[in-house]
């Protein structure tokens, strides 16, 4: 009997995978036909062509990106569908037949809620609940969970298997984080479809499926509110390239492409930084205090001569009181705009101020200046060397780049806006001009980018046609997806970046990476734990709705700059309007390291959220002495060797001072098989500093010196708890010699 289901749960997939082909391939023949099209000059039907083929365009890149496991589980229903089946399969995406009738229902849709959350006790219209399990397009197993007991006794109902979550969480690690829409648990489903407004805290310990849950969130909520994200977007935050890495394919495979990944470094267009600063320095760049150091910082290039000044005009001798530029920089200031743009003000009244005085003073000998003249003549004095040299004197135009690295290199500048400061704090600041900017400079630049706005006047002309030529585009965009019918499929917003005659078509995504100033309709953010009071303020900026899901553990909060507590971080920044949600089911990480590692941390004070794990494996945590340097080195590889002999991903954490000598151990014993850094997480064996694995899983690990790890680090005890955190079946600790077992553990 579980044959004949089986093969008819593979008969029925591959029809799917057959309508899936079958519909790439008309929209592909479409887009053909449509790009094919002569339009002419007109700029309408330039639109119209463009609304179709962004259409198609963008229904071939989410059937082409939706892969392996497509559909991935079945409802048994109590009621029959308005079809008149009491089958509703739930897959990645929605498919319907040539005759618009549904034959399988994206799993983000209501329709599918109690494919996740239905339990015996509450089951939601539901019977049973099927599961799925695929490789490549071939169905390889199947496994139901009843609600109802009259199903048992009836024809073609089973039972088998250890349940599909412990079956996916038992499968090796392969570098890349997979999706798990297919085992999602009604912990994590409340999550992922609770409201889209306000600031959603998700609170979890290692192994809760937090990341899973904000990406999953991610999509769920650029299903639910097509309109209003499609347009501004969602940017989801890591905290580092790596990790970056690791869920890329996350999101494109359940059929969203038009989301900003973005690491801490790359927050400011043009910058994608991996430098950082020594703790000292990271904890004082991030503090709040920098953007009141900031606002003085610009505030100070606007200066006020002590003395009038001669200026050389063709021959003409001005004076150009200290009045003139203190009232001109006055009125510049009241009208509220960024120090960039105030200086346009600036400028002009100055020079209006000058031009009247030349004018009196030639007339005074004589000559005569009508109206026509007073152009000439304020030409003259603009482009006069005196009249630049004393403009830029009093207001000189700045970029945030020029500003940050002035405010390093001019210690005696420095000096001045820091009166309360101590010399060695300010001391931490210093750098050399023309020094590389690092992780904690991309909030420093984004805030004073914020304060001084455009940097030359052509600059915001330009931005300002840009926008009234994209107002009228969207216009257009608008009636012809009303003329074609097509709302809700397409974007005004996304036709107007696919026009034909751009060299680059832009989406959505791609345009707000590229904008500074662009807000988004979301934002998820990833380890948040970690980001400091001046990267909050970079996100508040890119969110003027204030709509989040901040997702960490303060237990594993890790940088100087970082929170151990969600409410000291979040209310001076949104007050008591945010919401928390915390997962305490550990689907990922045996029970034998989470009570290990919760052990540990408990022990070294952190505040830890506690979680039930459901799985365990046959490997108990082992703290290993070793009494020599090199037999440090040989049971670390003795260890890896036995870890890659069982097969999946292998990790070694170490102390930086022992990654250099790990390396070569290491690659002695397992040549082009280990990868250090980063770049390793696609070999067999990865050799990675405790912030590198932050956020990454492995089948096996193992922390090299565990009391080096805590040495190494500012909040040493939350970067080891976040090493012994990052296994799915194997952990072991390998003591230096002289080291004893971390507290709270025993030998």
Request: charged share 25%.
């Amino acid at each position: 009997m579980a044959e004949t289901e089986l093969a008819r749960e593979r008969e029925y997939v591959a029809g799917l995978y057959a309508r899936l082909d079958r519909l790439r391939a008309e929209a592909e023949e479409e887009l053909a036909a449509v790009r094919r099209e002569s339009v002419g000059g007109n700029h309408q039907s330039r639109s119209e062509r463009d609304a179709f083929a962004r259409v198609y365009e963008d229904r071939i890149a989410q059937l082409r990106e939706v892969g392996e496991r497509l559909a991935f589980g079945r409802l048994e229903l109590v009621d029959p569908d308005a079809d008149g089946s009491d089958l509703r399969y739930i897959g990645r995406i929605g498919l319907r037949d040539e005759n618009l009738e549904p034959l399988l229902l994206d799993w983000r849709a209501p329709q599918a809620r109690a494919f996740y959350q239905a339990t015996a006790a509450t089951p939601l219209g539901a019977r049973a609940r099927r599961h799925l399990t695929t490789r490549g397009r071939d169905v390889v197993r199947i496994e139901d969970e009843v609600f109802d007991s009259t199903l048992l006794d009836e024809e073609g109902t089973q039972l088998q298997g250890e349940g599909a979550l412990l079956a996916a969480l038992s499968a090796q690690r392969t570098g890349q984080m997979h999706d798990i829409v297919s085992t999602i648990q009604a912990e994590q489903d409340r999550v992922i479809r609770s409201e889209l407004s306000g600031v959603l805290v998700v609170q979890g310990g290692p192994g809760t499926g937090k990341t899973a849950v904000a990406l999953h969130r991610a999509a769920y909520l650029l299903y639910t509110h097509r309109e209003r994200l499609g347009s501004s977007g969602v940017l989801v935050v890591g905290p580092s390239r790596a990790f970056l890495q690791y869920i890329n394919a996350v999101l494109p495979s359940l059929g969203e492409t038009g989301v900003v990944l973005s690491s801490l470094g790359q927050l400011y267009p043009g910058l994608d930084v991996t430098a950082e600063d020594a703790p000292a320095v990271a904890a004082l760049k991030g503090s709040s205090e920098m953007a009141a150091l900031i606002r003085r910082a610009v505030r100070s290039r606007q200066r006020v001569p002590e003395a009038d000044q001669t200026l050389e005009i063709n021959g003409e001798k001005l004076v150009l009181q200290p009045s003139v530029i203190h009232d001109a920089l006055v009125r510049a200031r009241e009208s509220g705009k960024p120090y960039n743009e105030g200086r346009v003000s600036f400028v002009k009244s100055v020079l209006g101020q000058l031009t009247r005085q030349l004018a009196d003073q030639l007339r005074r000998r004589g000559s005569t200046v009508d109206e026509a003249d007073l152009a000439y003549l304020r030409e003259d004095i603009r482009t006069a060397y005196d009249v630049r040299v004393a403009l830029n004197t009093a207001w000189i135009p700045l970029t945030p780049e020029k500003l940050i690295e002035d405010l390093y290199a001019r210690p005696q500048w420095l000096a001045s806006i820091t009166g309360h400061w101590s010399k060695a704090k300010r001391q931490l600041l210093r750098r050399e001009r023309g020094s590389a900017f690092t992780v904690s400079d991309v909030p420093l630049l984004d805030e004073a980018a914020e304060l001084l706005g455009e940097y030359d006047a052509g600059d915001v002309a330009k931005r300002r046609e840009e926008k009234a030529q994209r107002k009228r585009d969207l216009e257009n965009a608008k009636n012809a997806i009303r003329n074609m019918d097509v709302a809700g499929q397409v974007s005004a917003e996304s036709v107007v970046a696919g026009f034909a005659e751009q060299t680059l078509a832009l989406t959505t995504a791609e345009r707000a990476a590229s904008d500074r100033s662009w807000t988004y309709g979301h934002i998820v953010v990833d380890e948040a734990q970690e980001l400091s009071p001046m990267q909050w303020r970079v996100l508040l900026r890119k969110s003027p709705l204030r709509s989040f899901t901040i997702v960490g553990d303060v237990a594993q909060a890790s940088s100087a700059a970082s929170t151990t507590s969600w409410d000291a971080t979040l209310s001076p920044l949104i007050g008591e309007n945010w919401r928390l949600e915390e997962l305490t089911v550990n689907y990922r990480t045996p029970s034998q390291i989470v009570d290990a590692a919760e052990r540990v941390a408990v022990a070294a004070g952190l505040e830890v959220t506690r979680s039930r794990s459901v799985r365990t494996t046959e490997w108990p945590v082992r703290a290993l002495p070793t009494s020599t340097e090199a037999g440090f080195a040989d049971q670390v590889v003795a260890l890896a060797d036995e870890m890659e002999e069982s097969g999946g991903t292998t990790a070694v954490i170490a102390p930086s001072s022992r990654l250099a000598a790990l390396t070569v151990a290491l690659t002695e014993a397992f040549g082009d098989r280990v990868g250090v850094g980063v770049q390793g997480l696609s070999r067999p064996i990865a050799l990675l500093a405790p912030a590198e694995a932050k956020g990454l899983e492995f089948d096996s690990v193992v922390v090299a010196s565990p009391a080096g790890v805590v040495a190494e680090n500012t909040r040493g005890a939350s970067a080891l708890y976040v090493a012994m955190t990052r296994s799915t079946q194997r952990l072991e600790l390998v003591l230096a010699p002289g080291e004893q077992p971390p507290a709270g553990l025993q030998a």
